[in-house]
């Protein structure tokens, strides 16, 4: 076709009112005959083609582009996947979804699910992985009291992801504590181990038993946090997602040490996605003096915020309940309990995020959501 032009290094062509280029490279690369069926692994080898590859011919034929490349072989693109690409909208991911806000109050509304429920049903875990994608945090009850009970919870969203501490830890107290968590004092705000390289992304926190007096939960969505220091304070924000600050986790037999942004931001939309934040197990931080001069009132007045009652949501984690939450998104701490009062016991554990991501695509793209109409015209998602 006379519209179609093939260049030096791609082809141009027509889409929707526009010419539109594409790297002969990327098309010999992503032809459909370089996957294999079974896998859908690429097994296509772009290094061994010539420096000088490139179509002889290219024409559009049946709402496809059909190309023969300089080798004879034959390549047939669809012209709407192409058009994705051209655009940037890739593959589409469900699992990019816009995080819901929440503050002080969310304790009602947060979501919850049993955990036989989701246990046996593929579709309720679909939408506790959405919960847990837009406000970051849910509760599954009628957890059984057992070891095997929260191995297997974990398991619906991924393999348990060992940390320094193990691929579980038991927060209670006991004698010669590595960690303020098993102790019976107060547990400031803070997201767990930023001291590792890569922060676990979401923690399990298992409730066996809980008589003490005492020992609120203390959960803050970091990211409404931010997004307020944002606004109001904008320099401020920025100092916090650019410098990078050392944590460090040292025991007798353990220095385990990572620089973090205490400010993250999703690379997908931008947005805000989470926090890297913990006092006690902050280095020195090893800024220049100068910078010290900005950085502290920017960490004073965000670790401020984060404790202001509007965004601290408390509550009395129960025996039997499950709180799920993304360690990179929520701050979560404790209000001391008294010791002797009462048993306390809590089993946690990490899986990674992506594969909670990874999860919600298969299961929602299975699964979606339905929509029904109401006689005045709602819609309420099932």
Request: proline share 4%; aromatic share 12%; glycine share 6%.
């Amino acid at each position: 076709m006379s519209d179609i032009a093939l260049l030096r290094t791609g082809i141009e062509l027509p889409m929707k009112g526009e010419v539109v280029y594409f790297n002969y490279f990327w098309l010999r690369d992503n032809c459909s005959s370089s996957w294999d069926n079974s896998t859908q692994e690429r097994t296509f080898d772009i290094l061994a083609e010539a420096d000088d590859m490139h179509a002889t011919s290219a024409c559009i034929k049946n709402e496809s582009l059909e190309v023969i490349w300089s080798d004879g072989f034959q390549s047939r693109y669809d012209l709407n996947w192409l058009s994705r690409w051209h655009k940037g909208d890739n593959h589409g991911d469900l699992a990019v979804r816009a995080r819901a806000t929440w503050y002080g109050d969310h304790y009602q509304n947060m979501a919850r699910f049993t955990y036989d429920d989701v246990i046996a049903n593929p579709p309720s875990v679909a939408d506790w992985a959405e919960a847990i994608l837009d406000e970051g945090v849910a509760l599954i009850q009628g957890m059984p009291n057992s070891n095997e009970g929260l191995k297997t919870l974990c398991e619906l969203f991924g393999v348990v992801r060992p940390s320094f501490s193990g691929y579980t830890f038991d927060v209670k107290s006991k004698a010669n504590p590595e960690n303020l968590s098993y102790t019976d004092k107060a547990l400031e705000l803070h997201t767990d181990l930023p001291a590792e390289e890569l922060a676990p992304g979401l923690q399990f926190l298992h409730c066996r038993i809980n008589d003490a007096e005492g020992g609120n939960s203390l959960f803050v969505d970091a990211t409404t946090v931010a997004n307020a220091l944002k606004q109001n304070y904008p320099e401020y924000f920025r100092i916090l997602t650019e410098y990078e600050v050392p944590y460090r986790y040292t025991t007798d037999y353990q220095d385990v040490r990572a620089k973090q942004r205490i400010i993250e931001l999703d690379p997908n939309n931008g947005e805000v996605s989470g926090i890297h934040f913990s006092q006690h197990l902050a280095d020195v931080f090893d800024l220049s003096q100068r910078k010290m001069d900005i950085f502290y009132p920017a960490f004073r007045k965000f670790g401020q915020m984060l404790q202001d009652p509007q965004y601290l949501m408390t509550f009395r984690l129960n025996a039997g309940e499950c709180i799920v939450f993304d360690n990179h998104r929520i701050a979560h701490g404790r209000s001391a309990f008294i010791k002797g009062s009462g048993a306390r016991h809590l089993r946690g554990c990490y899986v990674d995020r992506g594969e909670l991501r990874s999860v919600y695509r298969v299961l929602r793209a299975k699964y979606p959501k339905v929509e029904v109409v109401t006689p005045h015209q709602s819609a309420i998602e099932l």
